[in-house]
């Protein structure tokens, strides 16, 4: 298994490379362009962090189809134990707080995309900015999906009495999928659906 999922991490880090350039190259200017396209094939190494992450931040704010790089945040930087940590701070952690007190549409779906993919994101290094997200109801649907992704990921992780205590206060649609479900498996202590298996076809039946 781990061998396994080390070759995938390196297969899907060599995919985000080779399509770096197509993904950001819209939303920088000719310098920048330069700079990543040769970033990660030329002698001085790989690509700069500051451009790399300045692209994941505007193509997660760009009101148009992100799922590439919802898709490479997920599997090449969220699943990844050494990765992991740097990314999520890099494209939500370290300015949820200005996003909570100054939303704008921008940045709010840039939240929204990331809370939702980041199942797989260590609970210690993602619970507070869980929490601070939901002091803002117009992040209270995509807190929910992260924490439902924390449980059904392979590699998702979260820590149960916590996130159930942050179940509580969100304000959801009416037409929300599983919020019972989820609250009854946290409740009864579980932390992801691959390590007790069967637990969420039960909470399906009996909240049906």
């Given at each position: 298994?781990?061998?396994?999922?080390?070759?995938?991490?390196?297969?899907?880090?060599?995919?985000?490379?080779?399509?770096?350039?197509?993904?950001?190259?819209?939303?920088?200017?000719?310098?920048?362009?330069?700079?990543?396209?040769?970033?990660?094939?030329?002698?001085?190494?790989?690509?700069?962090?500051?451009?790399?992450?300045?692209?994941?931040?505007?193509?997660?704010?760009?009101?148009?189809?992100?799922?590439?790089?919802?898709?490479?945040?997920?599997?090449?930087?969220?699943?990844?134990?050494?990765?992991?940590?740097?990314?999520?701070?890099?494209?939500?952690?370290?300015?949820?707080?200005?996003?909570?007190?100054?939303?704008?549409?921008?940045?709010?779906?840039?939240?929204?995309?990331?809370?939702?993919?980041?199942?797989?994101?260590?609970?210690?290094?993602?619970?507070?900015?869980?929490?601070?997200?939901?002091?803002?109801?117009?992040?209270?649907?995509?807190?929910?999906?992260?924490?439902?992704?924390?449980?059904?990921?392979v590699y998702?992780?979260?820590?149960?009495?916590?996130?159930?205590?942050?179940?509580?206060?969100?304000?959801?649609?009416?037409?929300?999928?599983?919020?019972?479900?989820?609250?009854?498996?946290?409740a009864s202590?579980?932390?992801?659906?691959?390590?007790?298996?069967?637990?969420?076809?039960?909470?399906?039946?009996s909240c049906?």
């Amino acid at each position: 298994m781990g061998e396994r999922r080390e070759a995938g991490h390196v297969a899907h880090r060599q995919v985000a490379h080779a399509w770096a350039g197509d993904v950001f190259a819209a939303d920088l200017d000719a310098a920048d362009r330069v700079r990543l396209a040769s970033a990660n094939e030329g002698a001085e190494g790989p690509l700069p962090s500051d451009v790399l992450w300045d692209g994941y931040r505007r193509r997660l704010e760009a009101d148009r189809d992100a799922e590439a790089v919802t898709y490479s945040l997920w599997v090449d930087w969220f699943e990844d134990p050494a990765t992991s940590a740097t990314a999520f701070a890099e494209v939500l952690g370290d300015d949820i707080g200005r996003v909570v007190a100054e939303p704008s549409e921008a940045v709010l779906l840039r939240a929204r995309r990331v809370l939702e993919c980041s199942g797989p994101v260590s609970w210690t290094v993602k619970e507070s900015t869980y929490r601070t997200a939901v002091r803002l109801p117009a992040l209270h649907a995509a807190v929910f999906r992260g924490l439902l992704a924390g449980f059904h990921d392979v590699y998702g992780d979260l820590e149960p009495a916590a996130a159930l205590a942050l179940l509580g206060p969100l304000d959801l649609p009416a037409d929300t999928r599983h919020p019972a479900e989820l609250r009854k498996v946290l409740a009864s202590g579980h932390k992801n659906h691959y390590r007790s298996p069967g637990v969420w076809d039960e909470a399906v039946r009996s909240c049906s």
